[in-house]
């Protein structure tokens, strides 16, 4: 992981944090059926895509760390990143990972995750990293795992599984 102009590198991918100018190609992630395969509401519509990606870009602002867009070839493929959040009463970070079908299965997912977790690590160490999946997703599990998280059955709520670096 190494530092480029305006963001990230990994073997793969170029992760930078999100502007307003990412709208179009992060409704094409967000909004896509295959994206949402999982989700009980299903797609979000424009509307609530371009309102969470304001959330993401104000979150860079007020926590030095958010949602990165995710480029392969100069293409933004995805969305990853951290974002602050209180579960059970305790301060952490939720992990977010979510990718266009078209780069699945190349590890992408899990590269994006690891370097949030190095973040995460270097920016606020004595906060833990979560990633909520629900049951059904089992790539996303996959992800988790791979990036060094945890099962923590003990922190299920609202439908999803948690996973954690610790607690």
Avoid at 20 to 38: C, S
Avoid at 100 to 111: D, L, N, T, Y
Wanted: proline share 7%; with cysteine.
């Amino acid at each position: 992981l190494r530092w480029v102009s305006g963001g990230r590198s990994t073997a793969s991918l170029r992760l930078r944090p999100l502007s307003l100018d990412d709208l179009a190609a992060v409704i094409e992630v967000e909004a896509d059926p295959a994206t949402n395969r999982h989700s009980p509401t299903g797609p979000p519509t424009s509307p609530e895509v371009e309102q969470r990606l304001r959330v993401s870009v104000e979150a860079w602002t007020r926590d030095g760390v958010g949602y990165w867009a995710v480029e392969h070839d100069a293409e933004l493929v995805g969305v990853a990143g951290l974002r602050r959040m209180v579960l059970q009463g305790r301060d952490c970070w939720n992990l977010y990972y979510r990718l266009r079908p078209s780069v699945w299965g190349k590890g992408f997912g899990r590269e994006a995750a690891r370097a949030a977790i190095a973040l995460a690590d270097g920016c606020r160490p004595r906060l833990p990293v979560l990633a909520r999946t629900r049951p059904t997703n089992v790539p996303a599990q996959r992800v988790a795992q791979a990036s060094g998280l945890q099962r923590r059955p003990d922190l299920d709520s609202d439908g999803f599984q948690v996973f954690a670096s610790w607690w």
